[in-house]
């Protein structure tokens, strides 16, 4: 049986509906994946069970479900696309409408205490239980099935005990501030979903199959079977993995691999769905399905790290489970005991018992790590630090090695000109090497290849003179050509050149030399004399802050590792510059991979910023997107740099240190507080005034330490 599960905001949710299908008689194999919002189970045909008592048992949970009745198969992945609901903005939800119906009745309660003074006790009562309703409710329905001290729970009996010993504006308050901390999760669950949105966004949709008779069809991709032949022009998306039958042409593969550079291919070599192809006609044949397909799995491959993460348990439903418990047998304990062991008073001792539930009532408790997650959210989204979430806030301090990719991640992503080389004899360098680079911008100004481009503005930044070309046409994936000035010229790579020109041995190792030092050469040639006229070099380079990033990052104990699936050449050659590991020539399942084998013995953080990161950005213990990415990768990712900034991950390592120390201070501060208060108020020292001043005066305590986060950004700035 399959559903659809609407309302799950944390891994927590997930264990929650587990341990109530569990106890129902016949339902087995149950599989709740989070982020797809999917649930599947076995029901035994001869159970008492039935699917409608598995639908309502999920409803009381506080969940919605919709029966899946097709079937699904692996027949597409768009099935698991739309099994997923559009998000709906926070207001539409259930959990929005009840923050600003609980908003509403809080304000309208002041008002009326304002102008009622001596029914405010009565008007505070009654909008409490009100607004505790909804989580009581759902708390003594998760007792039933299996949770008996959720979160739900010590709301309710925190908002409860609060009312009896006289605190009810005080209960009233948490209530309100527990409902938004709700839906923040809420809305932070739904941000997680849209990057499996926009990764199925990208699946080719349609394609130009040939039939026998070589007729052209248009066709969704979902239809193409292995071994059909299909056309793919220039600006098409490839629509399947396949091999080349016939045609070269560049592709830009930065979608599967994250290479900036267009990939030149001919006949008999791969290509992956998704990636465009730039200037060549090519006929490729089918080698794996819409399901089997290179995006598909990176879809696949997001889904099962995200769903495989382990649960984010939040800080104050863990200690609950003993805290909540504990308390209450102990303030039970204290109000019977004396009067039937050692003839103590009733009254005195009900009295200390309503006292100490005060003491025990966790408000500066539930209000310690979201206060100091806020103002460390808030100095983050300053900064240009878009932190999802208090759990990623929390775990990029705790880890010990950060894994970058390469390409727009520690580089710019855009390829630039780095050398001009002429070959001519008898100038001056600088004229030469102004008149080589004025033929290249010449030849290439047709083009729209991104070393093209990258040559003519080289080119027009130097205020070279470029003469007009003409005959301008390309081989596709090897070279482009032109007549300028009467004479035919041509750019193509250094084995292109290699075939069609007279490369000499000293030009040749001048161009080894360019590429051992990781840049992409281009050599000009005169196609009737054959003659090597002179050579531009290209490269990806690092960003500004790099090296300083890195090099911060190794001085607070983290280790640095650089990923991508570039050539060997240039990754030794930037990841010397960096002083970093690196390993190169990487498609996202090998990333992906390398960063499982590395969570067997480190905490990871993944920085990427394409769509080939996606996976890797999933199954790393927190990720981050690069603000100048891709939507899927910041989708995807725990973390956006906006400022797209290397420094700015050694700010957010530094923020999450200092936001867990001042949540460790405030729960020291907390239940330091009341301990000293629980000892006076079981002896009789202090009664229930000294109580709700402990209580409020940890509240208070615990916030002012909270707030001192936001003066983070000043010690940042002078670190």
């Avoid at 592709?251 to 465009?276: M, N, Q, R, Y």
């Avoid at 004479?487 to 000499?504: D, F, K, Q, V, W």
Wanted: charged content about 20%; overall charge negative.
């Amino acid at each position: 049986m399959k559903y659809h599960i609407e309302g799950m905001d944390c891994a927590s949710c997930v264990g929650k509906i587990e341990k109530a299908l569990v106890r129902m008689p016949g339902v087995s194999d149950i599989q709740l994946n989070f982020t797809t919002e999917q649930l599947e189970l076995t029901l035994s045909p001869e159970a008492a069970t039935q699917g409608s008592d598995i639908e309502k048992t999920i409803k009381s949970l506080g969940f919605g479900i919709t029966a899946d009745n097709n079937q699904q198969t692996a027949s597409t992945v768009d099935n698991d696309n739309q099994a997923m609901t559009q998000p709906q903005r926070w207001w539409q939800t259930r959990k929005g409408q009840q923050v600003i119906g609980l908003g509403t009745l809080m304000s309208v309660t002041y008002a009326l205490a304002l102008f009622f003074p001596d029914y405010g006790m009565w008007l505070f009562t009654a909008a409490v239980l009100i607004g505790v309703l909804p989580f009581g409710r759902k708390a003594f329905v998760m007792a039933a099935s299996g949770s008996p001290f959720s979160i739900e729970m010590l709301m309710t009996v925190a908002a409860i005990g609060a009312i009896i010993i006289g605190e009810a504006e005080e209960a009233a308050a948490v209530v309100f501030l527990f409902s938004i901390g709700e839906l923040l999760e809420s809305v932070a669950a739904n941000n997680a979903r849209a990057g499996i949105r926009a990764l199925s966004s990208l699946i080719p949709k349609a394609a130009i199959l040939l039939d026998a008779q070589g007729r052209q069809l248009n066709v969704s991709a979902d239809s193409l079977q292995v071994n059909d032949i299909v056309l793919v022009r220039p600006g098409d998306k490839v629509p399947a993995d396949g091999v080349i039958m016939q045609g070269t042409s560049s592709l830009d593969e930065s979608p599967i691999t994250g290479e900036s550079v267009p990939v030149a291919k001919t006949k008999d070599e791969d290509v992956f769905a998704g990636s465009i192809n730039v200037d060549g006609v090519l006929q490729v044949r089918v080698a794996k399905t819409a399901t089997d397909n290179t995006i598909a799995r990176i879809v696949k491959m997001v889904e099962q790290a995200q769903a495989s993460k382990a649960p984010t348990a939040r800080f104050i439903e863990e200690f609950s489970r003993y805290y909540t418990p504990a308390v209450m047998a102990l303030a039970a304990l204290i109000i019977i005991i004396p009067p039937l062991a050692m003839g103590g008073e009733w009254a005195t001792w009900v009295y200390r018992g309503l006292a100490l539930l005060l003491i025990a009532c966790p408000c500066a408790l539930v209000l310690s790590t979201p206060a100091a997650i806020a103002s460390g959210l808030a100095v983050g989204t300053r900064r240009g630090l878009l932190i999802k979430g208090g759990s990623a806030l929390e775990t990029i301090g705790k880890v010990d090695t950060i894994v970058f990719d390469k390409t727009g991640t520690l580089t710019e992503g855009k390829p630039r000109v780095t050398d001009v080389v002429s070959f001519k004899q008898g100038d001056m360098v600088a004229q030469a090497q102004n008149e080589v680079l004025a033929l290249f911008a010449s030849v290439e100004s047709g083009s729209s290849h991104p070393l093209a481009d990258a040559i003519v503005r080289h080119a027009e930044s130097a205020n070279i003179v470029v003469p007009i070309a003409s005959n301008a046409y390309a081989t596709a994936g090897k070279a482009v050509h032109a007549t300028v000035s009467g004479r035919s010229l041509a750019i193509g790579s250094p084995i292109y050149a290699t075939n069609e020109a007279l490369l000499l041995p000293k030009q040749q190792a001048h161009i080894e030399l360019l590429q051992n030092e990781g840049k992409t050469v281009s050599v000009l040639f005169d196609e009737q004399n054959c003659e090597v006229l002179g050579l531009v070099a290209l490269r990806d380079e690092l960003r500004g802050d790099a090296q300083e990033g890195v090099a911060q990052l190794k001085a607070m104990g983290v280790r640095s590792v650089m990923l991508t699936g570039d050539n060997r050449r240039t990754a030794k050659a930037l990841a010397s510059d960096l002083n970093i590991e690196w390993k190169a020539e990487l498609l996202p399942e090998d990333k992906l991979r390398l960063l499982n084998d590395m969570k067997h013995n480190s905490k990871i953080a993944m920085v990427g910023d394409g769509i080939n990161d996606a996976p890797a950005l999933a199954t790393a213990d927190v990720s981050i997107a690069m603000g100048g990415g891709t939507d899927v990768a910041i989708e995807t990712a725990d973390i956006a740099l906006l400022k797209s900034r290397i420094t700015d991950v050694v700010h957010l390592v530094a923020l999450s240190r200092a936001t867990m120390t001042n949540i460790h201070q405030n729960v020291l501060l907390a239940l330091g507080l009341k301990g000293v208060f629980l000892i006076t108020t079981i002896f009789g020292i202090t009664g229930l005034w000294i109580a709700v001043l402990a209580d409020t005066g940890a509240t208070v305590l615990v916030t002012l330490n909270a707030l001192r986060l936001l003066r983070f950004k000043k010690i940042l700035s002078d670190k």
